[in-house]
């Protein structure tokens, strides 16, 4: 299983200066060699990559041409494999059309075309016209992105989003869909999100500070100058998110402060943009609620009183205050509540208990229930509220490993369903060729972690076949079992593809959460190796022929792993890594760092805290010793995990790894967090890091036999 190393024997790869930065903390000195590869003009790097210190790029530069290097006898595979998932793309797909008063609004593609396009038709679907084109919009961009788009409630106005260096730094336009053209109207500097009142003149979005977080809304009114915009919230926390959103109704715009524990709503009367937000209920630390809209009530998803999977509490819009909330769905451990639309007639909720989603369905007139679910042992399954209220119909996605995905309209008084689309691969896909399949991996303390796993019929189940473990871990997101084209390409090259449902996500509810983060983070990781063992108990594969990824803070995973468990890896992919966790979370000046503290701990007013993480943080734990293979990426402009993380950690581990195994780095440096813009150059990325996975598996060479 392991490729021949003698290519890489004589390309000499880049080794950084060590310039030792010492700091002392909690009496504990920690010492950075690297810390030079952050610039210090890094806010300015954002808006421009042009003005990264020469020194920093070069250095950057040579780890781009060594990456290239190593993996040049696998360009014939890349462009075999871009091809494949090029060819089970449809290139003229599109979105069902989401209906809204006389018109519907849809997305979609051009063969041959990177972004996609914006369409309107009416109601009926006739008459269709595009009002954004992407292609059009990117044209001379090395990088481009539609953040938001948002057509206002008289359909005449068209707010939307773009971001042009990957910096999530959006600047909002308007344009007239009567005339086409764009408006004066440019509002820089945003998250992305816009939420139109209901005078169809009037938006909100929020403003990003000069160190790139979201602590304030602002209002706009169409064809007035941006400077004169209205401030109006101001969040004085630096470790809180601002989010903006609307309620199902299109009554109420909400105003959402948050952190990773705890949150607290406002809401503004859409009818009314110039009145003062109005306070739910004032925030305390470890109570998150959300807020909906029905008459003249607000139904808020809350986990107070010890509800940790939620409940769901009513309460007048006059007076809606804690004091005043009457339970409507009491918590039921274990049955996590994920989502609450609220329609004219219908509650819409989205749960998951044993792991898996589904769908109930509740009259608001006689509180009647039923429950949409599916059979198969794992499958995703997303709620599409679409533009309406008084509706009785709802949009729900379904898909699994091997099926792919449906897109249903369901009438929620008649309980009739209707297929509006099933996703086409236009060169051919059987289910029946595939298996998925639910395991159970025993973890160290008796839990059983979740493992999702998809494999071809006929690939040898007696431990002959490399697995690729993906897991993410953190934040409470759960990664679902849906179907991916590009997996394919894996899976009929004879790897079994596995999802480790670890804790940190909340695939067995909010404890399963809980579980995996601060000072019981380290259940992240054990997990992660336990499902491994697991793998390689069952007869599934062997130890050192799994090949790990993650990505962001999945990526921090697999700096861990990749410390506590070499031998069980052949090769880790590390996707945007989050592996410099001890120094970020001490430089409290970084955008996401305080907003952190909730997920990881604080290291700099908490001497446990920095202990915790000063035990897992990856780059701090690199050691002299036989490392895997790895590959990781990182984005130039990337405000999540920024650049130096990864550069820093390949740096280390060049320094400290006993093997001659690759080590690479690949910094794109026209992009950020998400890559590459385009979706067929995020196909190439796919195919590059698909290309690595064959290369050290030994199934490349068999490839090239097999194609010759």
């Given at each position: 299983m392991s490729p021949s190393n003698a290519r890489h024997a004589f390309v000499k790869p880049p080794r950084a200066a060590r310039r030792p930065k010492v700091s002392t903390w909690h009496g504990v000195e920690l010492v950075d060699d690297y810390a030079w590869l952050k610039a210090d003009n890094w806010q300015d790097v954002m808006r421009d990559p042009a003005v990264l210190d020469p020194e920093i790029r070069a250095y950057l530069d040579a780890e781009n041409?060594?990456?290239?290097?190593?993996?040049?006898?696998?360009?014939?595979?890349?462009?075999?494999?871009?091809?494949?998932?090029?060819?089970?793309?449809?290139?003229?797909?599109?979105?069902?059309?989401?209906?809204?008063?006389?018109?519907?609004?849809?997305?979609?593609?051009?063969?041959?075309?990177?972004?996609?396009?914006?369409?309107?038709?009416?109601?009926?679907?006739?008459?269709?016209?595009?009002?954004?084109?992407?292609?059009?919009?990117?044209?001379?961009?090395?990088?481009?992105d539609l953040g938001d788009f948002e057509h206002s409630p008289d359909h005449r106005l068209?707010?939307?989003?773009?971001?042009?260096?990957?910096?999530?730094?959006?600047?909002?336009?308007?344009?007239?869909?009567?005339?086409?053209?764009?408006?004066?109207?440019?509002?820089?500097?945003?998250?992305?999100?816009?939420?139109?009142?209901?005078?169809?003149?009037?938006?909100?979005?929020?403003?990003?500070?000069?160190?790139?977080?979201?602590?304030?809304?602002?209002?706009?009114?169409?064809?007035?100058?941006?400077?004169?915009?209205?401030?109006?919230?101001?969040?004085?926390?630096?470790?809180?998110?601002?989010?903006?959103?609307?309620?199902?109704?299109?009554?109420?715009?909400?105003?959402?402060?948050?952190?990773?524990?705890?949150?607290?709503?406002?809401?503004?009367?859409?009818?009314?943009?110039?009145?003062?937000?109005?306070?739910?209920?004032?925030?305390?630390?470890?109570?998150?609620?959300?807020?909906?809209?029905?008459?003249?009530?607000?139904?808020?998803?809350?986990?107070?009183?010890?509800?940790?999977?939620?409940?769901?509490?009513?309460?007048?819009?006059?007076?809606?205050?804690?004091?005043?909330?009457?339970?409507?769905?009491?918590?039921?451990?274990?049955?996590?509540?994920?989502?609450?639309?609220l329609y004219r007639d219908h509650m819409v909720r989205l749960e998951r208990e044993n792991g898996l989603p589904r769908i109930v369905v509740r009259r608001l007139s006689d509180a009647d229930e039923h429950i949409i679910a599916f059979p198969e042992e794992a499958y995703s399954l997303g709620v599409h509220p679409g533009y309406e209220f008084d509706t009785t119909n709802v949009r729900f996605v379904y898909s699994s490993m091997t099926t792919p995905a449906e897109t249903w309209d369901y009438d929620m008084q008649t309980r009739n369903r209707v297929l509006r689309k099933r996703q086409q691969v236009p060169s051919g896909h059987n289910p029946a060729d595939y298996v998925t399949r639910r395991l159970y991996a025993p973890a160290r303390d008796g839990e059983l972690v979740p493992v999702s796993i998809l494999y071809h019929k006929d690939t040898p189940l007696d431990g002959s076949a490399p697995v690729l473990l993906y897991g993410y871990g953190a934040y409470g997101i759960s990664i679902p079992a849906s179907f991916s084209t590009t997996r394919l390409s894996l899976v009929d090259r004879g790897f079994i593809y596995a999802i480790a449902h670890i804790r940190g996500g909340k695939d067995k509810g909010y404890r399963w959460y809980?579980?995996?983060?601060?000072?019981?983070?380290?259940?992240?990781?054990?997990?992660?190796?336990?499902?491994?063992?697991?793998?390689?108990?069952?007869?599934?594969?062997?130890?050192?022929?799994?090949?790990?990824?993650?990505?962001?803070?999945?990526?921090?995973?697999?700096?861990?792993?990749?410390?506590?468990?070499?031998?069980?890896?052949?090769?880790?992919?590390?996707?945007?890594p989050f592996v410099d966790v001890l120094n970020t979370m001490l430089d409290k000046d970084l955008p996401l760092t305080p907003p952190e503290w909730p997920e990881w701990g604080n290291p700099i007013a908490s001497r446990d805290e920095f202990s915790i993480?000063?035990?897992?943080?990856?780059?701090?734990?690199?050691?002299?010793?036989?490392?895997?293979?790895?590959?990781?990426?990182g984005g130039l402009t990337d405000p999540r995990v920024t650049y130096w993380e990864p550069a820093k950690w390949i740096a280390r581990l060049r320094e400290k790894n006993a093997s001659d195994n690759l080590v690479l780095l690949k910094i794109n440096m026209e992009a950020g967090h998400s890559g590459a813009s385009g979706r067929y150059e995020q196909l190439r990325e796919m195919a590059a890091d698909y290309a690595f996975a064959l290369k050290i598996a030994g199934l490349a060479a068999k490839q090239k036999e097999k194609a010759a």
């Open positions: 041409a060594y990456c290239e290097a190593q993996l040049a006898e696998t360009k014939s595979l890349q462009d075999e494999l871009f091809a494949e998932m090029r060819g089970r793309l449809k290139e003229d797909d599109s979105s069902v059309p989401t209906a809204d008063g006389p018109y519907a609004y849809y997305s979609g593609f051009v063969a041959g075309g990177q972004y996609p396009l914006i369409y309107r038709s009416n109601r009926d679907g006739s008459g269709a016209v595009v009002v954004l084109d992407g292609n059009r919009e990117a044209e001379g961009k090395a990088y481009w068209l707010a939307y989003s773009i971001d042009d260096k990957g910096s999530e730094l959006y600047s909002v336009r308007v344009r007239d869909l009567t005339t086409g053209e764009d408006l004066p109207d440019i509002v820089p500097d945003t998250r992305g999100g816009v939420v139109w009142a209901s005078d169809s003149r009037t938006f909100f979005y929020v403003r990003l500070d000069d160190n790139h977080r979201p602590l304030q809304v602002y209002r706009h009114v169409v064809g007035t100058p941006t400077d004169e915009d209205v401030l109006v919230y101001d969040e004085k926390d630096i470790g809180l998110y601002v989010a903006i959103n609307a309620t199902q109704s299109a009554k109420y715009i909400t105003i959402d402060a948050h952190d990773h524990r705890t949150s607290e709503v406002r809401i503004i009367d859409a009818d009314a943009p110039l009145s003062e937000p109005v306070l739910i209920t004032p925030r305390r630390v470890g109570h998150e609620y959300s807020v909906e809209h029905n008459g003249d009530k607000l139904y808020i998803t809350t986990n107070s009183h010890d509800a940790e999977d939620f409940r769901i509490v009513e309460a007048p819009v006059s007076a809606p205050g804690e004091a005043n909330w009457r339970e409507v769905i009491p918590h039921r451990p274990g049955c996590l509540i994920l989502d609450t639309i809980t579980n995996g983060k601060l000072a019981q983070k380290v259940n992240t990781f054990t997990d992660f190796i336990d499902a491994g063992e697991y793998l390689v108990a069952q007869g599934l594969t062997k130890r050192g022929h799994i090949v790990a990824n993650g990505g962001s803070a999945g990526g921090m995973l697999m700096g861990v792993v990749t410390n506590m468990a070499p031998d069980l890896f052949l090769g880790i992919i590390a996707d945007v993480i000063h035990s897992y943080s990856p780059y701090e734990n690199v050691e002299a010793k036989t490392y895997p293979h790895i590959f990781a990426y």
